[in-house]
């Protein structure tokens, strides 16, 4: 719905609430380690999953978002 900007770095992805980015390390929502660096994201339409390549490994994670939301109490 374009309120939460997923960013990665290194081995970690961070959600970061969109309309509080203004406020900096408060404006985030949480992190989800990864399997490592060399990523391209893709959130599958009309649903909860987020793809994640690590093009290094030759590795494609898929991630459950509602689940993730879930656990960091969002």
Not at 19 to 37: C, E, F, P, Q, Y
């Amino acid at each position: 719905d374009g309120s939460t900007i997923i960013a990665s770095h290194g081995s970690t992805l961070t959600f970061i609430d969109a309309a509080k980015i203004h406020l900096g390390n408060a404006a985030i929502k949480g992190t989800a380690a990864t399997s490592g660096a060399g990523r391209e994201l893709f959130i599958v339409e009309n649903s909860d999953m987020l793809l994640l390549t690590n093009n290094a490994a030759s590795l494609l994670e898929i991630i459950d978002l509602a689940r993730l939301a879930h656990a960091m109490g969002r």
